[in-house]
């Protein structure tokens, strides 16, 4: 299997994560007020991803919005009848809306809410790289900017990148693969396909620890192992499931455990509680010595989302998700051909 190829990749500033002032009862009901009449005033939906705050998740559902995977959000809008979506997540998802929907307004709650993935590959450097390598069919994971796209055959999620990679290794094709080293090592470990592996990270699943996690194992037997592929090999190696988020949502609700231990942001808990109310969750053990990600196992660029930046966005119609209309049509390409393949093989669909 290949190793992560020794590309000098931008040292990523991870912020700290943001402290919003506590609401008591009143006060978060008025503003929820507030909102859900903004959105009916702006012909505005919400879009969140399970990562952010339970409040803005269930404000999603109670607005007729939705609540997803990166995979899922990317066909909601398109779904959906509003003028205006809100993305509640991180940039690329709010891009990948736009990208789809070019004649709808996106706003998302902070623009710098990016990723530690899409940081570590700008599109020049990738670009560049690309170019050396010509031969190679261009795989790129959704958390990219625009401009990355724009230079790839295919987009993959997590929920799909496995039969994608399977097709293209069943045509003989070899691929470059960006930038989640560590998704892309368990694609090439399931599919034996051969990949050029970009050495980006995401900052928080590359906190979970292999050590640790077994002996959180030890002290509940019982309980399944859930994992994000963002996750390091020696995290997954100890998974009873591998998947995206929709597919650890799914895992919890089906499977008979009593409890699960589950490596991913914990913002997942508050659909798996919802869904599935009388399993036990356990985090997945983060940090330790070498830690590099302050946030223990919580994004600190999807928590830059919350009620109160929401309500600004939708009074002040910004910030709104702008992309040069070159790069947007260049880009919708390969997220078109992962919609269409998923849709061909029956991936995915609003399930949660
Ligand atoms: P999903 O596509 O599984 O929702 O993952 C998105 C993500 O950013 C995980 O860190
Ligand atoms: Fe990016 Fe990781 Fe945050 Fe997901 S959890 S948005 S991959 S930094």
Same mark, same amino acid.
């Given at each position: 299997?290949?190793?992560?190829?020794?590309?000098?990749?931008?040292?990523?500033?991870?912020?700290? =994560?943001?402290?919003?002032?506590?609401?008591?009862?009143?006060? =978060?009901?008025?503003?929820?007020?507030?909102?859900?009449?903004?959105?009916?005033?702006?012909?505005?939906?919400?879009?969140?991803?399970?990562?952010?705050?339970?409040?803005?998740?269930?404000?999603?559902?109670?607005?007729?919005?939705?609540?997803?995977?990166?995979?899922?959000?990317?066909?909601?809008?398109?779904?959906?009848?509003?003028?205006?979506?809100?993305?509640?997540?991180?940039?690329?998802?709010?891009?990948?809306?736009?990208?789809?929907?070019?004649?709808?307004?996106?706003?998302?709650?902070?623009?710098?809410?990016?990723?530690?993935?899409?940081?570590?590959?700008?599109?020049?450097? +990738?670009?560049?790289?690309?170019?050396?390598?010509?031969?190679?069919?261009?795989?790129?994971?959704?958390?990219?900017?625009?401009?990355?796209?724009?230079?790839?055959?295919?987009?993959?999620?997590?929920?799909?990148?496995?039969?994608?990679?399977?097709?293209?290794?069943?045509?003989?094709?070899?691929?470059?693969?960006?930038?989640?080293?560590?998704?892309?090592?368990?694609?090439?470990?399931?599919?034996?396909?051969?990949?050029?592996?970009?050495?980006?990270?995401?900052?928080? =699943?590359?906190?979970?620890?292999? +050590?640790?996690?077994?002996?959180?194992?030890?002290?509940?037997?019982?309980?399944?192992?859930?994992?994000?592929?963002?996750?390091?090999?020696?995290?997954?190696?100890?998974?009873?499931?591998?998947?995206?988020?929709?597919?650890?949502?799914?895992?919890?609700?089906?499977?008979?455990?009593?409890?699960?231990?589950?490596?991913?942001?914990?913002?997942?808990?508050?659909?798996?509680?919802?869904?599935?109310?009388?399993?036990?969750?356990?985090?997945?053990?983060?940090?330790?010595?070498?830690?590099?990600?302050?946030?223990?196992? =919580?994004?600190?660029?999807?928590?830059?989302?919350?009620?109160?930046?929401?309500?600004?966005?939708?009074?002040?119609?910004?910030?709104?998700?702008?992309?040069?209309?070159?790069?947007?049509?260049?880009?919708?390409?390969?997220?078109?051909?992962?919609?269409?393949?998923?849709?061909?093989?029956?991936?995915?669909?609003?399930?949660?």
């Amino acid at each position: 299997m290949s190793s992560p190829l020794a590309i000098a990749i931008p040292s990523i500033q991870v912020p700290k =994560h943001p402290v919003w002032p506590h609401l008591g009862p009143e006060e =978060h009901g008025a503003l929820k007020a507030r909102i859900k009449a903004l959105l009916a005033e702006r012909d505005a939906v919400l879009v969140a991803h399970y990562y952010t705050d339970g409040d803005l998740q269930e404000l999603a559902e109670e607005t007729g919005g939705y609540v997803a995977d990166s995979l899922e959000m990317a066909r909601f809008g398109s779904e959906s009848p509003a003028s205006t979506l809100v993305v509640c997540g991180v940039r690329f998802m709010g891009e990948t809306a736009k990208i789809l929907n070019p004649e709808k307004r996106v706003l998302m709650p902070d623009l710098a809410a990016t990723c530690s993935l899409d940081e570590s590959c700008p599109a020049d450097l +990738f670009g560049a790289f690309c170019d050396q390598h010509p031969d190679h069919v261009v795989v790129v994971y959704a958390n990219t900017s625009a401009a990355v796209k724009a230079r790839a055959d295919w987009v993959v999620t997590s929920s799909i990148a496995l039969p994608v990679v399977e097709h293209l290794h069943a045509q003989g094709r070899p691929i470059l693969w960006a930038p989640d080293k560590h998704l892309g090592h368990y694609v090439e470990r399931v599919t034996g396909a051969e990949m050029l592996l970009w050495p980006g990270a995401c900052v928080v =699943h590359e906190e979970f620890k292999g +050590f640790a996690l077994d002996r959180v194992r030890r002290l509940h037997p019982q309980a399944a192992v859930l994992v994000h592929p963002e996750s390091p090999d020696e995290v997954v190696d100890q998974a009873d499931v591998v998947g995206s988020t929709t597919q650890l949502i799914k895992a919890v609700m089906d499977m008979p455990n009593p409890e699960f231990i589950v490596a991913t942001d914990e913002g997942i808990f508050w659909k798996m509680h919802q869904l599935a109310p009388g399993k036990k969750l356990i985090a997945a053990p983060t940090a330790g010595t070498g830690a590099t990600c302050e946030s223990c196992a =919580h994004c600190p660029w999807m928590a830059m989302n919350a009620l109160q930046n929401l309500e600004q966005a939708l009074i002040h119609g910004a910030p709104e998700i702008q992309i040069d209309p070159a790069i947007r049509e260049r880009a919708r390409l390969p997220i078109q051909r992962m919609l269409d393949f998923a849709r061909q093989r029956g991936i995915g669909g609003r399930k949660t």
